[in-house]
């Protein structure tokens, strides 16, 4: 069974419409973070959280906001989805000082 | 502001010769950089990784190079085989901040048989 997973694995939605994409984690880590993928632009991050109680907002966190359920849990909402929102979204996990950061399978959301 | 840059979108190679995916990058408060491979449909896989304090790791056919003077980082791969064909990230972390990584826009290698 996969460490980190993500649902759902595909979206297709429209504009104006409140989506949420969900990560779980079966690896006992802390640290949780969202990323999304866009060509030529790599990873970037949205947010981010140490703890349950510790959410911290990444370089590009405009237009969405997350939830830490549980430990093993972190969702990512987007409010009101706008086209340029279309992208790839990777959830990752990592221990606390740790070095590595270990990814789902990702999210391919489309806003028409 | 592009803190770490892969400057190369692709690359090809031939089955059995080196892969060289270099990475560029800008922070002097970076204190650890990873190699990630992707296939399609599926997320980032961590490869390799080195540490400010050193130049050089090994992991079988894979070798990081870090260049701190000229702060670049270059993955070798030899000898490459096809399915090394991917995306290939360069990440780097940022000192005391939690463990967050700045990532590269990645190079698709493509080795040919």
């Known amino acids: 069974d996969a460490d980190v997973t993500q649902t759902p694995r595909n979206r297709i939605t429209k504009t104006g419409k409140r989506i949420m994409l969900e990560c779980s984690q079966t690896k006992g880590h802390d640290r949780m973070y969202w990323y999304r993928q866009d060509p030529g632009l790599g990873l970037r991050l949205i947010y981010y959280s140490f703890d349950v109680k510790d959410i911290n907002k990444g370089e590009i966190s405009d237009g969405y906001s997350v939830s830490r359920q549980a430990q093993a849990k972190f969702s990512l909402s987007l409010e009101s989805a706008i086209p340029n929102q279309t992208a790839l979204y990777f959830c990752a996990t990592t221990a606390q000082r740790a070095d590595t950061q270990y990814f789902g399978p990702g999210t391919r959301l489309t806003v028409l | 502001d592009q803190q770490v840059k892969q400057n190369s979108p692709s690359l090809s190679v031939q089955e059995g010769r080196i892969s060289i995916l270099n990475c560029d990058y800008t922070n002097s408060m970076f204190d650890y950089f990873l190699w990630y491979k992707k296939y399609p449909a599926e997320g980032p896989t961590f490869l390799i990784s080195?540490?400010?304090?050193?130049d050089k790791n090994e992991d079988g056919r894979f070798t990081v190079f870090l260049n701190k003077s000229a702060k670049h980082l270059s993955l070798h791969i030899v000898p490459s085989q096809p399915g090394d064909s991917a995306v290939y990230f360069c990440a780097a972390r940022i000192y005391n901040q939690g463990g967050k990584l700045i990532f590269g826009q990645g190079t698709e290698l493509s080795v040919k048989p």
């Open positions: 080195i540490s400010s304090i050193k």
